[in-house]
């Protein structure tokens, strides 16, 4: 059933192969619906189910989860597979935007184009929401990735990625550097940390759980984490070029909190000149697999991305 709904949902264009925008749309759906069935309710646990559900629902780019699919296509593995992983990367992410925009870490006031967690729900609510997702999230993939997959090994992949030697790891380093001097080594390190190590895991978790060999898994990754630092430079020009209302969350905070940014330190023509150079790196290891025009397509997407 579900293979049958891939092929009709992603569009095939005669000249290009399947649709970027196409692809992305069902990715967004499938993933959707696996949030849905994977968030627990109201009837669970009251006001922290519906701040786990906030965020979540009603936006967002599931950029990670598409990312996972994708992977997973791409060394020949089905969607099925994977989707638990996608979901659950996406709870990672949303917890990691619930706890950025907190008080005590950016005080944002908007995020997806509505109000922050901490802002719809008490403060202490929104921090143990983001604590349950993240859990959850480890929950989701033990409990719906098929038994012969390397469970363990995506569960210690994911671990590094999201906690002291990446995500939190990075976040912390961001926070530590406001009002730093400019210095292009610490703002590689934030970016590595904070944002492409949960790309790079994505893409890593994907092409495991559809059965990918050693190398396929290697460069999937190196493709993530190039993806990942582009898609952050992005970000921080986005941060001075765009408005909230489009950016959905507030814009100008990086300037406002005093953050080391990427074209803070190289100006912004040499930081568009460094995304489009890892994006061009990156199409290096697009090759090789089934997916390779997707993979292509979503590297240059971030390049282009206006929100
Ligand atoms: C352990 C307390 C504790 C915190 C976790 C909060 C945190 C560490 C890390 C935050 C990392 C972070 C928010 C990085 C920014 C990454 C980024 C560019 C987010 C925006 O991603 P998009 O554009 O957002 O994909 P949407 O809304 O489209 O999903």
């Known amino acids: 059933m579900a293979e049958a709904r891939e092929a009709t949902d992603v569009a095939q264009d005669e000249d290009t192969g399947p649709d970027l925008a196409s692809f992305l749309a069902h990715a967004a759906a499938r993933v959707d619906a696996e949030l849905d069935r994977r968030l627990p309710t109201v009837a669970d646990c009251g006001d922290l189910a519906a701040a786990m559900r906030h965020l979540v629902t009603g936006g967002g780019k599931r950029f990670r989860p ?24 996406e709870l990672i992410h949303t917890y990691s935007l619930i706890h950025d925009d907190l008080p005590c870490m950016d005080d944002a006031k908007l995020r997806r184009g509505k109000a922050c967690v901490h802002v719809a729900y008490p403060e202490a609510t929104a921090v143990l929401a983001g ?9 989701v993939i033990a409990a719906g990735t098929p038994a012969h997959r390397p469970i363990g090994g ?3 992949a994911l671990g590094r ?15 530590a ?3 730093a001097e400019p210095d292009l080594d610490m703002v590689r390190r934030i970016h590595e ?3 492409a190590s949960l790309i790079e895991v994505s893409l890593r978790l994907g092409a495991m759980a559809g059965g990918g060999g050693g190398e396929d898994v290697e460069r999937l990754a190196r493709y993530g984490h190039r993806v990942g630092l582009a898609f952050q430079i992005v970000d921080d020009l986005l941060d001075t070029e765009v408005s909230a209302e489009q950016m959905g969350k507030d814009v100008g905070a990086d300037a406002d909190n005093d953050k080391l940014t990427w074209p803070g ?7 568009r000149a460094d995304a489009r150079r890892l994006v061009d790196e990156a199409l ?3 090759r090789g697999g089934r997916e390779e025009a997707l993979l292509a397509a979503l590297a240059e997407k971030v390049l282009s991305r206006r929100n």
Do not use: H, P, Y
């Open 177 to 179: 550097a406001e009002g």
């Open 161 to 175: 990625a999201a906690g002291w030697a990446g995500m939190a790891g990075g976040q912390v380093l961001d926070l």
């Open 284 to 286: 290096v290891d697009a």
């Open 154 to 156: 995506m569960i210690v």
């Open 131 to 139: 604590d349950a997702m993240l859990t959850l999230a480890f929950e």
């Open 193 to 195: 940390g904070k944002t």
């Open 265 to 271: 330190v190289v100006g912004n023509e040499q930081a």
């Open 66 to 89: 598409a990312l996972v699919l994708l992977a997973c296509r791409d060394v020949g593995g089905s969607e099925d597979d994977a989707i638990a992983t996608a979901a659950a990367m």
